[in-house]
């Protein structure tokens, strides 16, 4: 119980220190008629349903949360294989899940954590890397999605208070530094690394192992300027390697 009151207060205090708008709605979980459109309806909401029953199940020590980027560790077909030999190579013996889901923002991950993803379980280490969607699909305000982000960082601390979290900066995108897209992640990633405690939440950076020496994206790594090819997971799986085995006690 108090270290689910911590949880709250850290939310609070960097809500006040970083983010202290008046008029400004607080970050919201999708709402229920968003859950009726055919997207959710056709492969969202079963695959919530899928991650609900295998954490129902326990034995979970690793969560990886976010959006396809996350997801497509495990995305099945020949163009995805190599990502899972890296998952199961790293993450295999690791009673690791992945909770990424494509297209997902902020807010939809903020409803599946509220709605039973990590209930019942205690995990040693969750990995967070959210709101490039939040770039991509509305071109959203680097506060607002940073609020998002806060929220989930809030939420999970309430949820899984003996948790540690390793949140990662938002993955760049686009061709060079002046793609619109990057700036709003590189703007993001600019507040999201204050949330950092350094005692159960901690922030890494591992974005330069994409890019060449002059900031370009490297299209060999990641072939459509967002999502990383089997080469590209295994440069994540290495850079992120250190950081996951000392915060998981190994």
């Not at 297209?103 to 509220?114: A, F, I, K, M, S």
């Not at 003996?162 to 990662?168: E, G, V, Y």
């Not at 703007?187 to 370009?216: C, H, P, Y």
């Amino acid at each position: 119980m108090i270290e689910k009151r911590l949880g709250l207060v850290f939310a609070l205090l960097l809500s006040h220190t970083l983010f202290a708008k008046e008029n400004v709605a607080p970050p919201v979980s999708v709402q229920p008629e968003t859950l009726k459109e055919s997207w959710a309806v056709g492969w969202w909401m079963p695959r919530h349903e899928e991650v609900v029953k295998r954490v129902a199940k326990g034995n979970v020590d690793l969560l990886m949360i976010g959006d396809s980027i996350t997801h497509w560790w495990q995305k099945f077909g020949k163009q995805r294989r190599g990502a899972q030999m890296v998952w199961d190579e790293y993450y295999g013996g690791r009673n690791a899940v992945n909770l990424g889901f494509a297209g997902d923002r902020t807010e939809n991950v903020l409803w599946r954590l509220q709605n039973g993803e990590v209930a019942g379980i205690s995990p040693k280490l969750a990995v967070l890397m959210i709101g490039t969607n939040n770039a991509g699909h509305r071109k959203e305000d680097p506060q607002m999605t940073a609020r998002g982000i806060q929220a989930t960082l809030s939420e999970l601390r309430t949820r899984l208070p003996t948790t540690k979290i390793l949140l990662l900066a938002i993955f760049p995108r686009g061709a060079d530094e002046d793609d619109e897209f990057r700036k709003l992640n590189t703007r993001t990633n600019a507040l999201i690394g204050k949330f950092a405690d350094d005692k159960m939440v901690f922030f890494l950076d591992v974005n330069s192992r994409f890019l060449v020496e002059n900031g370009n994206l490297n299209k060999s790594i990641m072939p459509d300027l967002l999502h990383p090819n089997e080469q590209g997971y295994r440069i994540w799986a290495e850079a992120m390697e250190p950081t996951i085995k000392k915060l998981m006690g190994e």
